[in-house]
Nanobody
């Protein structure tokens, strides 16, 4: 099994930055897909960014502001969030995929005040 633990969330003002981290442990071999999702209260969980095979993908709402990256050991994924806006407020979840399963962290709360 794979365990994912997010960290780095908190309360910031609009325009400020945060960097989220996700540490993977357990059976982490051959996990080539990593992603960040977020879920605001009363809304569906949405894909924010993903990274696989060296390529990255971003939701239109965060493109140009957020950057996803992986550590050298490939057991850590980061989400650098710049120019945060109140609409970015959500619980952010780390996701990893290795057939046949997706694995999820417990989430870390990001709150952006105006």
């Amino acid at each position: 099994q794979v365990q994912l633990v997010e960290s780095g969330g908190g309360l910031v003002q609009a325009g400020e930055s945060l960097k989220l981290s996700c540490a993977a442990s357990g059976s982490i071999d051959n996990i080539n897909f990593m992603a960040w999702y977020r879920q605001a209260p009363g809304k569906q969980r949405e894909l924010v960014a993903d990274i696989t095979s060296g390529s990255t993908n971003y939701a239109d709402s965060v493109k140009g502001r957020f950057t996803i990256s992986r550590g050298n050991a490939k057991n850590t994924v980061y989400l650098q969030m710049n120019s945060l806006q109140p609409e970015d407020t959500a619980v952010y979840y780390c996701n990893a995929y290795r057939w046949p399963s997706h694995y999820w962290g417990q989430g870390t709360l990001v709150t952006v005040s105006a």
